[in-house]
């Protein structure tokens, strides 16, 4: 049996570089995702809108696991072999997020007060350019701070993939535990390395939101 | 490559899977009502406690939502029999379950808490009840009707969230479906179906939660 020493804690180090990876990945192409669902929710064309409803819906309404799964066995269906679960975990993971991101910035374009839509229709702009140039902008503030929570509930839900054997920081730490058998060491250590992650993106889109309610209290009332 | 999907080979276990749907039901409402005590308690000494105890609920409230569930779980389970405290998987399911859901609970019991307006506590004061009596009479109801929609859709997160425990060996749908796939080498199918199985339960108890928000708080009084 091997102890825990630095050569383990090194190993879990180096996979914390997957986790924050495949956050990224997956929270990059959530913003392309996301802005499509949240245009196409806001959009005037109702199929689009129920398209976007039922794709929401549908990612809300299962769990991340099993969408992961559906996602692996898709990909072998599909391609005939089973192949390393990257691929899988990036589609699921980007399509997840895109679906969380878009109801999220639904929300905030719908935030935007109704005056700001009928000036700009009053200035005879044209749907695409209010939105390009009236709503987005202002939309995106009042988008910060759900967004940076969502990034945080992206790289804990990342944790999910070691169950398909990805091994990110999660996995890592199983397989470290299985070597040392020493899971009151390592799974504590583990937790502790998602805090530093978390953490300090919480208290920012916490800090962030309020900043956002002074800012609306003092704002004068048109 | 061709691929032919088979379904009956699912038609073939469906009591399995159905007695899978239920052990998660079970373990969700088990849960739901273990982690809606522990937010309310959390919730009072929060505000209530000395400072030492007010900030120890704080921690566990950040510690909760700044991990993953998985390894809250395998802290539980796998961590904890070094300190002599050895659970089931079914045990050490409902009780992570029910620290998770408790962790987000607090956050948002909190928030219904603050918005009660200071006047209303002042009366109490004036009455001359006692913390706990102002905590119970005046403040609970209210604020629970305030964050319910926000508390209906963490229960909502907390059944899907579930099928994570199937990790740890603790039965449920999936931990069900997992062992029924290895054997038939239906994945894709089994997965399938399990997946609308959860999507089934999950309007079934959104459908129940607002029933439960109508005949509590819109019809039950009038506050």
């Given amino acids: ?222 | 490559m061709r691929y032919v999907f088979q379904f009956g080979v699912v038609a073939d276990h469906w009591p399995a899977l159905v007695a899978g749907a239920l052990a998660t039901l079970r373990l969700s409402l088990l849960a739901m009502a273990f982690g809606l005590a522990i937010a309310i308690l959390c919730a009072f000494l929060r505000r209530g406690a000395p400072r030492p105890i007010a900030l120890a609920v704080a921690t566990y409230v950040e510690i909760i939502r700044n991990t993953p569930l998985l390894v809250q779980l395998f802290i539980i389970y796998f961590s904890l029999p070094g300190l002599g405290i050895r659970l089931e998987a079914e045990e050490a399911a409902v009780l992570g379950l029910s620290l998770n859901l408790g962790g987000y609970a607090t956050e948002i019991l909190r928030a219904g808490l603050d918005a009660i307006p200071k006047g209303q506590i002042e009366a109490g004061r004036a009455l001359g009840l006692t913390r706990l009596q102002i905590f119970r009479l005046i403040m609970l109801f209210p604020a629970l009707r305030i964050v319910y929609p926000a508390l209906a859709s963490q229960f909502v997160i907390l059944l899907l969230g579930s099928s994570i425990v199937s990790a740890i060996s603790a039965p449920e749908l999936t931990g069900v479906t997992n062992t029924l796939q290895s054997t038939t080498f239906r994945a894709f199918e089994f997965y399938f179906v399990a997946t609308g199985l959860y999507l089934l339960m999950a309007i079934a108890v959104r459908l129940a939660l607002d029933g439960i928000q109508w005949l509590v708080f819109v019809r039950g009084r009038a506050w």
């Fill in chain 1, 1 to 222: 049996m091997r102890q825990f020493g630095w050569n383990e804690l090194l190993f879990i180090l180096l996979a914390l570089r997957w986790t924050l990876l495949l956050s990224l990945v997956a929270f990059a192409g959530g913003i392309v995702g996301g802005m499509m669902i949240a245009l196409m929710k806001t959009s005037t064309v109702a199929p689009l809108r129920w398209a976007a409803t039922i794709y929401v819906r549908l990612f809300q309404g299962t769990p991340l696991l099993m969408q992961l799964f559906l996602a692996y066995y898709g990909v072998t269906v599909l391609t005939g072999v089973r192949i390393d679960p990257w691929p899988a975990v990036i589609i699921a993971f980007t399509a997840y997020a895109a679906a969380f991101l878009g109801d999220i910035w639904r929300g905030c374009i719908e935030a935007v007060p109704r005056e700001q839509w009928e000036a700009a229709e009053a200035l005879s702009l044209r749907r695409l350019a209010i939105m390009r140039l009236i709503i987005l902008p202002q939309a995106a503030r009042i988008a910060i701070p759900p967004t940076v929570g969502f990034l945080v509930q992206l790289i804990k839900g990342t944790s999910v993939a070691s169950i398909i054997g990805f091994v990110e920081l999660t996995r890592a730490g199983q397989l470290m535990t299985n070597v040392t058998f020493q899971p009151m060491t390592i799974y504590p250590l583990v937790a502790g390395f998602y805090f530093a992650l978390c953490w300090p993106l919480s208290i920012l889109s916490q800090a962030l939101e309020k900043r956002m309610d002074a800012a609306r209290a003092t704002a004068p009332i048109l």
